[in-house]
């Protein structure tokens, strides 16, 4: 069979399991969950073994060593996976909700009620705990997956993808509510995007160049964010034993993901006194700084003059762009001109700033005296997430299991007819 026909049929069976699992009760997908959760756990030797075959090809092809660490699968991380089952399943069920239901003139009684998206595919490159958690929560939702991995964990992704259906069929649903892409080849990728009769919309998680090349061929909608720029503006008036321990977390402790810090704002009033004392905490961890002219001589040895492409860079490592600037207005047209649409934070004691900063800029999360990490699922009270969407339409911000549905009108009448 050519991958192009494998890949219609692939999407199709999705399509057609969709259904179903759209009129699945929360108890069955609940119960698939659970069966999951056992399966991974009872079938550890057979995830190492094929995750071993994955490990011996990256070495062989010359993976680094961090990425082979990424890539390994542990008894910690299978009971991961499992504890993540169990705890998506104990989740709100957000399929059959219903909102805002409102009673017209005419006496019609018009609400929206939460139904699944359909078809969802995710095209990803990460570790293969991501096969289970983007699974389980698209199923959570009532939501059949397509699911592309990495090929570097080709095995490891065939096997979890094989218990997932067989949790499914546990649970009397059908196992093609999971599509595990069955090849390395990637062509597959751009027929799957050609398939928006089957695939509603599509997922991308990787690097920049994925997710553009993802966009460029996708006919259906996307639920992105090409990277995460995030800001912290530090007004004159902003608490500094608050404010050091605030930025030391947002750009140290974890500076490879996208909610970690990128580029500091420091109002001028306070940026003489402020900057050497955060140059103090900061350099001794290895964190180096690409400082405006106003700021180069605050930041002590590991401060190099700015480019102006550091400004809108994502470093995704332990380099912070830091600039001085004269008034919120202009680190405002900064975050304007430079800023992602991801996390943006403001430091001040000024309510009245505050609130201003919430209303002024634009990202799928705005934050006052808080680290730019807490844009996670997890940390806003979704209980999990697939990923951050910047895209605005349907999803902006964290995307748990609700953000993975829509919205339809239901109308209840009594024989009203239009006039």
């Known amino acids: 069979m050519n991958l192009e026909l494998q890949m219609r049929e692939l999407a199709a069976s999705a399509r057609s399991a969709a259904r179903t699992l759209a009129t699945a009760t929360g108890r069955e997908r ?6 999951l959760a056992d399966l991974l756990q009872d079938s550890r030797q057979e995830i190492f073994a094929a995750n071993t075959l994955d490990l011996d090809a990256a070495r062989a092809g010359g993976l680094d060593e961090a990425r082979i660490d990424r890539l390994r699968i542990t008894d910690a991380g299978v009971d991961s996976m499992a504890g993540a089952c169990r705890h998506v399943a104990a989740l709100s069920d957000p399929v059959g909700e219903v909102e805002g239901m409102i009673r017209r003139p005419n006496g019609l009684l018009v609400g929206r009620m939460r139904i699944p998206l359909g078809v969802i595919a995710i095209i990803y490159e990460s570790r293969p705990n991501v096969t289970i958690d983007a699974a389980i929560l698209c199923l959570k939702a009532g939501n059949s997956v397509i699911l592309r991995g990495g090929s570097e964990a080709y095995h490891s992704n065939q096997i979890l993808g094989g218990l997932l259906r067989r949790a499914l069929e546990a649970a009397g649903l059908p196992g093609g509510c999971v599509q595990i892409v069955p090849t390395t080849e990637r062509a597959a990728v751009k027929h799957l995007l050609a398939l928006d009769e089957y695939i509603d919309v599509v997922i991308p998680r990787g690097g920049e160049g994925l997710i553009r090349a993802v966009v460029k061929d996708a006919t259906m909608p996307v639920l992105k964010h090409y990277k995460g720029v995030c800001h912290i503006y530090m007004h004159k008036d902003a608490d500094q034993e608050q404010a050091l321990p605030i930025i030391e977390n947002a750009k140290v402790q974890r500076p490879g993901v996208c909610n970690a810090l990128e580029c500091l704002l420091v109002h001028e009033g306070v940026a003489r006194e402020f900057l050497p004392r955060l140059a103090a905490i900061l350099a001794p961890q290895g964190v180096s700084f690409r400082a405006c002219p106003r700021s180069l001589p605050l930041l002590g040895a590991t ?3 700015a480019e102006a492409d550091d400004f809108g860079r994502e470093f995704l490592s332990l380099t912070l762009a830091v600039k001085v600037v004269a008034t919120q207005a202009e680190a405002e047209e900064h975050i304007a001109c430079h800023g992602s649409g991801h996390s943006e934070a403001i430091l001040t004691r000024t309510h009245d700033r505050a609130m201003r900063f919430l209303r002024t800029v634009d990202a799928s999360c705005v934050l006052i005296n808080a680290s730019t990490r807490f844009n ?13 969407s910047t895209s605005k339409i349907h999803a902006y911000g964290p995307m748990g299991v609700k ?13 009203q007819v239009r006039v």
Request: aromatic share 6%; charged share 20%.
């Open 30 to 35: 609940n119960k698939a969950l659970l069966a």
């Open 303 to 305: 401060a190099t003059p």
């Open 376 to 388: 996670d699922g997890g940390e806003l009270g979704l209980g999990a997430e697939i990923g951050i």
């Open 403 to 415: 953000e993975l549905t829509s919205l339809k009108y239901i109308v209840f009448g009594e024989g």
